[in-house]
Protein backbone atom coordinates (compact mmCIF):
# COMPACT_ATOMS: atom_id res chain seq x y z
CA UNK A 1 0.00 0.00 0.00
CA UNK A 2 1.26 3.14 -0.77
CA UNK A 3 1.69 6.35 1.46
CA UNK A 4 0.95 9.29 -0.25
CA UNK A 5 0.58 12.69 1.15
CA UNK A 6 -0.06 16.11 -0.41
CA UNK A 7 2.77 18.94 0.13
CA UNK A 8 1.61 22.38 -0.31
CA UNK A 9 4.03 25.20 -0.19
CA UNK A 10 2.83 28.77 -0.34
CA UNK A 11 5.98 31.45 -0.23
CA UNK A 12 7.43 34.45 -1.71
CA UNK A 13 8.60 33.75 -5.38
CA UNK A 14 12.23 33.82 -5.99
CA UNK A 15 14.57 32.39 -8.25
CA UNK A 16 15.58 28.66 -7.16
CA UNK A 17 12.35 28.39 -5.25
CA UNK A 18 11.56 25.09 -6.88
CA UNK A 19 14.81 23.75 -7.23
CA UNK A 20 15.07 24.15 -3.14
CA UNK A 21 11.90 22.40 -2.77
CA UNK A 22 12.27 19.49 -5.01
CA UNK A 23 15.87 18.76 -4.34
CA UNK A 24 14.60 18.58 -1.06
CA UNK A 25 12.30 16.12 -1.75
CA UNK A 26 14.18 14.14 -3.66
CA UNK A 27 16.64 14.03 -1.16
CA UNK A 28 14.52 12.48 1.21
CA UNK A 29 13.35 9.87 -1.08
CA UNK A 30 9.75 11.09 -2.10
CA UNK A 31 8.50 9.88 -5.33
CA UNK A 32 6.48 12.97 -6.89
CA UNK A 33 3.53 12.35 -9.59
CA UNK A 34 0.90 15.41 -10.06
CA UNK A 35 2.89 18.32 -9.49
CA UNK A 36 1.98 21.86 -9.72
CA UNK A 37 4.10 25.22 -9.65
CA UNK A 38 2.54 28.95 -9.82
CA UNK A 39 3.59 32.84 -9.71
CA UNK A 40 0.39 34.25 -7.56
CA UNK A 41 1.16 37.78 -7.45
CA UNK A 42 4.93 37.79 -5.87
CA UNK A 43 4.32 35.06 -3.83
CA UNK A 44 4.08 31.28 -5.69
CA UNK A 45 2.41 28.19 -4.79
CA UNK A 46 3.62 24.65 -5.16
CA UNK A 47 1.94 21.51 -4.98
CA UNK A 48 2.22 17.80 -5.39
CA UNK A 49 1.31 14.65 -4.55
CA UNK A 50 3.78 11.89 -3.32
CA UNK A 51 4.73 8.82 -1.88
CA UNK A 52 6.75 8.67 1.02
CA UNK A 53 9.55 6.28 1.45
CA UNK A 54 9.07 3.63 3.94
CA UNK A 55 11.45 5.21 6.75
CA UNK A 56 10.05 8.58 6.28
CA UNK A 57 7.47 10.64 7.83
CA UNK A 58 4.87 13.18 6.98
CA UNK A 59 6.38 15.65 9.36
CA UNK A 60 10.33 15.15 8.54
CA UNK A 61 9.54 15.99 5.32
CA UNK A 62 7.46 19.29 6.66
CA UNK A 63 10.88 19.97 9.12
CA UNK A 64 13.10 19.72 6.20
CA UNK A 65 11.12 21.72 4.02
CA UNK A 66 10.45 24.56 7.00
CA UNK A 67 14.65 24.18 7.28
CA UNK A 68 14.93 25.45 3.88
CA UNK A 69 16.34 29.15 3.98
CA UNK A 70 14.71 29.48 0.14
CA UNK A 71 11.52 28.94 2.68
CA UNK A 72 11.62 31.36 5.22
CA UNK A 73 8.04 32.62 6.13
CA UNK A 74 6.37 29.83 4.30
CA UNK A 75 3.20 28.29 4.79
CA UNK A 76 4.28 24.22 4.47
CA UNK A 77 1.64 21.64 4.87
CA UNK A 78 2.18 17.95 4.19
CA UNK A 79 -1.14 15.81 4.99
CA UNK A 80 -2.04 12.42 4.40
CA UNK A 81 -3.50 12.11 0.55
CA UNK A 82 -6.26 9.20 0.89
CA UNK A 83 -7.46 9.50 -2.87
CA UNK A 84 -5.98 7.67 -5.71
CA UNK A 85 -3.02 9.25 -7.05
CA UNK A 86 -3.65 8.25 -10.84
CA UNK A 87 -6.04 9.83 -12.81
CA UNK A 88 -8.70 8.32 -14.05
CA UNK A 89 -10.21 8.57 -17.78
CA UNK A 90 -11.51 12.00 -17.27
CA UNK A 91 -8.16 13.28 -15.43
CA UNK A 92 -6.00 12.69 -19.71
CA UNK A 93 -5.97 15.88 -21.21
CA UNK A 94 -8.26 15.58 -24.86
CA UNK A 95 -7.79 18.85 -26.02
CA UNK A 96 -6.52 22.42 -24.78
CA UNK A 97 -7.99 25.86 -25.40
CA UNK A 98 -6.72 29.46 -25.34
CA UNK A 99 -8.73 32.25 -24.73
CA UNK A 100 -7.31 35.71 -25.21
CA UNK A 101 -8.58 39.74 -24.98
CA UNK A 102 -9.99 42.34 -23.06
CA UNK A 103 -10.79 41.59 -19.41
CA UNK A 104 -14.62 40.48 -18.66
CA UNK A 105 -16.17 40.66 -15.16
CA UNK A 106 -17.33 36.82 -14.86
CA UNK A 107 -15.31 35.21 -18.15
CA UNK A 108 -13.68 32.53 -16.05
CA UNK A 109 -17.09 31.33 -14.72
CA UNK A 110 -18.70 31.75 -17.85
CA UNK A 111 -16.31 29.38 -19.62
CA UNK A 112 -16.39 26.84 -16.92
CA UNK A 113 -20.18 26.72 -16.79
CA UNK A 114 -19.85 25.64 -20.23
CA UNK A 115 -17.59 23.07 -19.49
CA UNK A 116 -19.97 21.55 -16.67
CA UNK A 117 -22.67 21.54 -19.09
CA UNK A 118 -21.59 18.99 -21.29
CA UNK A 119 -19.67 16.79 -18.66
CA UNK A 120 -16.41 18.14 -19.46
CA UNK A 121 -13.43 17.79 -16.96
CA UNK A 122 -11.04 21.21 -16.44
CA UNK A 123 -8.19 18.77 -15.95
CA UNK A 124 -5.61 22.54 -15.26
CA UNK A 125 -6.74 26.26 -15.60
CA UNK A 126 -4.03 28.92 -15.59
CA UNK A 127 -5.11 32.48 -16.19
CA UNK A 128 -3.57 36.44 -16.11
CA UNK A 129 -4.38 39.58 -16.29
CA UNK A 130 -1.98 41.28 -18.36
CA UNK A 131 -2.03 45.19 -17.55
CA UNK A 132 -2.45 47.10 -21.08
CA UNK A 133 -3.15 50.67 -20.69
CA UNK A 134 -6.89 51.53 -20.41
CA UNK A 135 -7.95 47.88 -20.22
CA UNK A 136 -5.99 45.14 -18.76
CA UNK A 137 -6.11 41.80 -21.35
CA UNK A 138 -6.70 38.38 -20.35
CA UNK A 139 -4.64 35.35 -21.06
CA UNK A 140 -6.50 31.61 -19.95
CA UNK A 141 -5.35 28.53 -20.64
CA UNK A 142 -7.29 25.76 -20.44
CA UNK A 143 -6.33 21.94 -20.49
CA UNK A 144 -9.20 19.26 -20.46
CA UNK A 145 -11.30 16.22 -20.94
CA UNK A 146 -14.08 16.00 -23.07
CA UNK A 147 -16.25 13.56 -23.94
CA UNK A 148 -15.84 12.23 -27.11
CA UNK A 149 -19.18 12.25 -27.79
CA UNK A 150 -19.62 15.92 -26.96
CA UNK A 151 -16.43 17.22 -27.70
CA UNK A 152 -17.56 18.85 -30.78
CA UNK A 153 -20.67 21.07 -29.78
CA UNK A 154 -18.59 21.97 -26.75
CA UNK A 155 -15.68 23.30 -28.56
CA UNK A 156 -18.40 25.36 -30.51
CA UNK A 157 -20.11 26.77 -27.24
CA UNK A 158 -17.02 27.49 -25.94
CA UNK A 159 -16.09 29.53 -29.04
CA UNK A 160 -18.92 31.24 -29.19
CA UNK A 161 -19.32 32.52 -26.01
CA UNK A 162 -15.82 33.59 -25.92
CA UNK A 163 -16.49 35.37 -29.41
CA UNK A 164 -19.73 36.80 -27.16
CA UNK A 165 -17.26 38.61 -24.98
CA UNK A 166 -14.94 39.80 -27.84
CA UNK A 167 -12.69 37.17 -26.86
CA UNK A 168 -10.43 34.94 -29.30
CA UNK A 169 -10.63 31.43 -28.46
CA UNK A 170 -8.40 28.87 -29.91
CA UNK A 171 -8.31 24.43 -29.71
CA UNK A 172 -5.64 21.80 -29.88
CA UNK A 173 -6.80 18.46 -29.94
CA UNK A 174 -4.22 16.51 -28.28
Not at 11 to 25: E, F, K, P, R, Y
Not at 148 to 164: F, L, R, S, V
Request: charged share 20%; with cysteine.
Amino acid sequence: MRNSVLISVFAQDHSGLVAAITGTLFDLGMSLSATNFNVLGSGAEFTTVGDLPSDTTALEIEESLNALAQLEGADVKVSPFNLDANQGPSGTITHKVTITGGDRPGLIARLCEVFGQYNANIVRLNADRIPDGTQDQYFVQLSVWLPEEKAEICQATIANTAGEMKLTCEWEVL
